[in-house]
């Protein structure tokens, strides 16, 4: 029996994930291994059946992974930040990824104004915040370090 016949409610096997997600097995096993919130059901002897909740979950890490270009830490943080929901649903949440430069020489764009930093519990704190907080971190250390 094909995946196609099979409900749309019903578990999958690892292989009729990865045949529906177009992905290799061994691709869902190592996600399992990187992404906590990867649990499908284990029977005896350890043979994994997928919920179609797990799938879209994967769908979603799959989207991250595949088409928005994120690195496998790159997607954990954003479903640290997001929560799962984020990836159930693309629609309500935007995904976009900053350009980061490791220096000021290094960056071609243009530098934007300064917005004044957010609190660090804060959770409208971004990504900018953040890369801001550490350049400030090291241009100090930096200043320490150098010899006078």
């Known amino acids: ?23 290799p097995a061994h691709v869902l096993r190592f996600w399992e291994s990187k992404f906590p919130q990867i649990s499908p059901l284990k029977r005896a002897g350890g043979r994994r059946f997928y919920r179609p909740a797990d799938l879209a979950l994967l769908r979603g890490i799959k989207r991250l992974l595949y088409e928005d270009g994120f690195t496998i830490k790159g997607a954990r943080k954003f479903i640290a930040d997001n929560g799962v929901a984020a990836l159930l649903d693309p629609a309500t949440h935007s995904v976009t990824r900053e350009p980061v430069a490791v220096d000021a020489a290094d960056s071609e764009a243009p530098a934007s104004p300064p917005r004044p930093p957010l609190p660090p519990g804060d959770p409208e704190r971004g990504i900018a915040d953040v890369l801001r907080d550490l350049e400030e971190a090291r241009a100090k250390l930096k200043s320490v370090l150098e010899p006078r």
């Open 1 to 23: 029996m094909s995946v196609t016949e099979k409900s749309p409610d019903a578990f999958r096997t690892i292989g009729e994930a990865a045949e529906e997600l177009e992905v």
